[in-house]
C-alpha cells in the first residue's frame, strides 16, 4: 500500500497523517505549485512528467521521469480512427489547445478573442476547466454573460 498524491492544498494534512505509509507524488505541470514543494519532503518518489521539473527539487528524494499516463486504447489508435471518431475533417490541420493548472484562464480568455480567426484555418480541441467552461462553450461572436 502506498499513498499518491498530485498535489493541491487538501493533500498536505494527508500526507501528514500518513508519514508512516510509502508516499509517490506525482508532478502533472512542469514547475510545480507550493502544495507539491511541500509534499515533495514527505514523499519516497516523486513521479515527473518531464525531466525539466528535477531541478525543482532537492537531490535527496528518488525522482523518475514517467511522462503522462495514457490508456493503452488509446497508443492503439491511429490518426484517421481519432478523426473519424471526433467528427473531424481530414483536410484540415488539428490545434489542440491545453490550459495547465496555471495561467489556463489567460489561455482560454485569449483563444476566446482568435477562435473566429483560427477556425478559419484550423479545425480546434480546446479543453478547459469548469471556471471557464460558460465562457468557453458560447457561440463565437455572442456576448460574454
Do not use: C
Not at 490550459?99 to 483560427?118: F, H, T, W, Y
Amino acid at each position: 500500500m502506498f499513498l499518491l498524491f498530485t498535489g493541491g492544498y487538501v493533500a498536505v494534512p494527508m500526507a501528514l497523517a500518513g508519514r508512516k505509509i510509502p508516499q509517490v507524488l506525482y508532478v502533472p505541470d512542469i514547475e510545480p505549485g507550493l502544495a507539491i514543494k511541500g509534499l515533495s519532503r514527505f514523499a519516497d518518489v516523486i513521479a515527473l512528467t518531464a525531466a525539466d521539473s528535477n531541478k525543482f527539487f532537492g537531490a535527496k528524494t528518488k525522482r523518475v521521469v514517467t511522462g503522462y499516463p495514457v490508456r493503452s486504447e488509446l497508443k492503439k489508435m491511429d490518426r484517421r480512427t481519432a478523426r473519424q471518431q471526433m467528427g473531424l475533417n481530414d483536410s484540415l490541420p488539428v490545434l489542440l489547445i491545453v490550459g495547465g493548472s496555471k495561467g489556463a484562464r489567460l489561455i482560454n480568455q485569449a483563444v476566446s478573442q482568435v477562435l473566429s480567426d483560427l477556425l478559419q484555418e484550423y479545425q480546434v480541441i480546446h479543453l478547459t476547466g469548469e471556471l471557464d467552461w460558460s465562457e468557453i462553450k458560447r457561440p463565437i461572436g455572442s456576448p460574454p454573460r
